[in-house]
């Protein structure tokens, strides 16, 4: 009897594991098509043309597909492996697209994570205690796979007219330089070479500034700075040697931050003895929401332009003397 016994557990052993790893690999399946389906499907349902974007795509949308992937994929393990999968190509996918900036990702990373982790818990919760009372749970959970679409529509459609009211943010960083007013001013009129040390975020995106040219001194001379890839052009408002100058952006080709643009800039100059007191303001203009998230990472990727600058023309004032 005991050797029929273990012979029958011996044949039912490799029957069981083939059905097992099946179920697994149809539960990861159906929580990354359902991460992905959301992820990149709600992106292209709200995306605005304009280049806003609000709390609808940063914060309605990762939680929805957290709530929609928890679920479906039921297990935790394969609820967070279907998230985070499913992000790294829904990223991939739109960075290829052109549709985002590799800047733009990182600096969006942490409040997507958040959404997606806070739709995963509440799907759990719906998943584990309301579901179960229903006769067929799995009615009541197509339903809201089906109601999730039409939330985000709707989100969308309400926030549409607060996203594109557009947010002035004016930045201000100060430096001391090497150099007489007369000497940064002239070094800063034309720079034929802005070389500095790249920070991380210019290593991932930032744009890189290599050289400005200045084309008529005075109201209304024409000043153009030069990107690795693309420029901005701006019209002189202010020169007032060795003092200040100030300028109107009229055109900027710096690719992949449609959500994003300039509106003026200026440098003070300031005597401290030998050396320079240089400010540089610099004001953008954002599509991006909410503020309160966003506002700071676009002032620490401004005062990065600012810093850099400054090093570029301390740099250049050391190799003229």
């Given amino acids: 009897m005991k050797s029929e016994l273990d012979l029958n557990s011996g044949k039912d052993r490799p029957a069981r594991e083939p059905e097992g790893f099946s179920q697994v690999v149809k539960a990861y399946a159906a929580g990354l098509l359902t991460a992905v389906s959301f992820g990149l499907g709600g992106f292209f349902l709200i995306y605005d043309r304009t280049g806003s974007m609000g709390w609808v795509?940063?914060?309605?949308?990762?939680?929805?597909?957290?709530?929609?992937?928890?679920?479906?994929?039921?297990?935790?393990?394969?609820?967070?492996?279907?998230?985070?999968?499913?992000?790294?190509?829904?990223?991939?996918?739109?960075?290829?697209?052109?549709?985002?900036?590799?800047?733009?990702?990182?600096?969006?990373?942490?409040?997507?994570?958040?959404?997606?982790?806070?739709?995963?818990?509440?799907?759990?919760?719906?998943?584990?205690?309301?579901?179960?009372?229903?006769?067929?749970?799995?009615?009541?959970?197509?339903?809201?796979?089906?109601?999730?679409?039409?939330?985000?529509?709707?989100?969308?459609?309400?926030?549409?007219?607060?996203?594109?009211?557009?947010?002035?943010?004016t930045i201000t960083d100060t430096a001391v330089l090497n150099g007489s007013p007369e000497e940064v001013w002239n070094d800063l009129k034309t720079m034929d070479s802005v070389r500095g040390t790249k920070t991380f975020l210019m290593k991932i995106g930032l744009p890189v500034p290599v050289s400005c040219k200045t084309e008529g001194e005075g109201v209304g001379g024409k000043r153009t700075c030069y990107f690795e890839t693309g420029y901005i052009e701006e019209r002189i408002t202010k020169w007032d040697f060795p003092n200040s100058m100030q300028f109107e952006i009229t055109a900027s080709d710096v690719p992949g931050r449609p959500w994003l643009s300039f509106k003026d800039a200026g440098y003070e100059f300031k005597r401290d003895g030998d050396r320079t007191v240089i400010t540089r303001t610099t004001t953008i203009v954002s599509r991006l929401s909410p503020a309160w998230y966003w506002r700071r990472l676009e002032v620490i990727g401004v005062r990065t332009e600012h810093r850099y600058l400054f090093e570029a023309l301390e740099n250049d004032l050391k190799a003229a003397k």
């Fill in 57 to 169: 795509l940063f914060l309605a949308l990762p939680i929805a597909t957290g709530f929609a992937t928890a679920l479906v994929a039921r297990v935790r393990s394969i609820v967070i492996a279907s998230i985070l999968i499913g992000l790294m190509i829904c990223t991939v996918i739109l960075l290829l697209m052109g549709y985002e900036g590799f800047v733009c990702v990182v600096m969006s990373l942490p409040i997507l994570i958040v959404g997606m982790t806070v739709g995963a818990l509440l799907g759990s919760l719906v998943r584990i205690h309301v579901l179960p009372r229903f006769r067929k749970p799995r009615i009541p959970m197509m339903l809201s796979l089906l109601v999730l679409p039409l939330f985000l529509m709707g989100a969308n459609s309400a926030e549409t007219e607060s996203r594109r009211t557009l947010r002035a943010e």
